[in-house]
């Protein structure tokens, strides 16, 4: 059974108004609305409202996707996603009181992000083949997600415009569309900037067309098109642990803490509006600063 069409516009209304005020990004309304008419979908099988759930039929929703095997995160992320909706439908007086305001989410224990040794990013950076022009593209874009620690998309959404040689510096688009500017760092500076002179041209029909680093058509390359290199240089360079597009985004986070950066200076650098999101890499830290003091102190 689907959503009813009343609660469909509902949601439909709900997102309209999150992407009005907050402009969060399409991945994250793609979540939201998701969660919302699956949760919809399931009231009208029981026959209830969206706007007047009873707390019961949330617990009974919960228990059948624990059985279906859903992890308690996901749950969690779920539940965060009713909150926010009936806060809203509150704050715009389509109901009298949040039916969750006495549930309390879930406590998940933050996951460590995995990441990779300093030796095996080196490896990974060294990988592709520069006798081609795939291959410079490919290096300087592995070494500019590196050296900026950004996302994949914001990296394949990258223009030439954005790119600023002269003061080492990139303009990056971020989640809900803000943009901040980055360092990029000598080493990626070099390889863009090879990269620029010798192969960029070469990729292109048009070099006129403003993709920083083209895929097919000279757009800009796609998420897709880029996991698939960067798990073909990590078989090359002989990495065999599990990778995520977020990889090497979490080595630049870890590896800076490492070497003694702020947090707040990394959370700037990744874009994060929330201190606590980037929290989480001072347990990788910590991991590593254990490992070193049992290693090298005379009592460890």
């Known amino acids: 059974m689907t959503a009813k069409p009343d609660d469909q516009s509902l949601i439909d209304a709900f997102l309209d108004g999150l992407w009005l005020e907050q402009g969060v990004s399409d ?6 609305r998701r969660d919302l008419l699956a949760w919809a979908a399931w009231l009208a ?5 969206l706007l007047a759930p009873g707390p019961e039929t949330l617990t009974a929703w919960l228990e059948t996707r624990r059985e279906a095997g859903y992890q308690l995160r996901s749950n969690a992320r779920l539940l965060s996603s009713l909150r926010r909706f009936y806060r809203w439908a509150l704050a715009e007086q389509r109901i009298d009181q949040d039916p969750l305001a006495e549930v309390r989410l879930p406590r998940v224990r933050p996951s460590l992000p995995d990441t990779l040794e300093e030796a095996e990013v080196e490896r990974l950076l060294e990988a592709p083949d520069l006798d081609t022009d795939l291959g410079m593209r490919d290096r300087a874009m592995l070494e500019v997600l ?32 803000k943009d901040r500017l ?12 090879r990269y620029l002179r010798t192969s960029r041209g070469a990729l292109m029909r048009d070099v006129t067309r403003p993709a920083l680093f083209p895929g097919r058509g000279d757009a800009c390359l796609t998420r897709q098109a880029f996991w698939h290199r960067i798990k073909a240089h990590a078989r090359v360079a002989g990495i065999d642990r599990p990778l995520s597009p977020h990889t090497l985004r979490h080595a630049f986070a870890t590896h800076l803490l490492n070497h003694g950066a702020n947090l707040r200076v990394v959370q700037l ?11 989480i890499y001072t347990h990788v830290a910590q991991v590593r600063l254990e490992a070193l003091h049992a290693d090298h102190h005379p009592r460890g």
């Open 27 to 32: 991945n994250t309304l793609a979540a939201y």
């Open 45 to 49: 099988e029981q026959g209830e409202a």
């Open 146 to 177: 590196y050296g900026a620690g950004l996302r994949v998309s914001e990296l394949v959404g990258l223009t030439t415009d954005a790119l600023n040689l002269r003061q080492g510096v990139v303009r990056v688009r971020g989640k809900g569309d």
């Open 182 to 193: 980055v360092p990029l760092g000598e080493e990626a500076l070099d390889w863009v900037s």
């Open 269 to 279: 650098l990744l874009g994060h509006s929330d201190l606590s999101t980037t929290q």
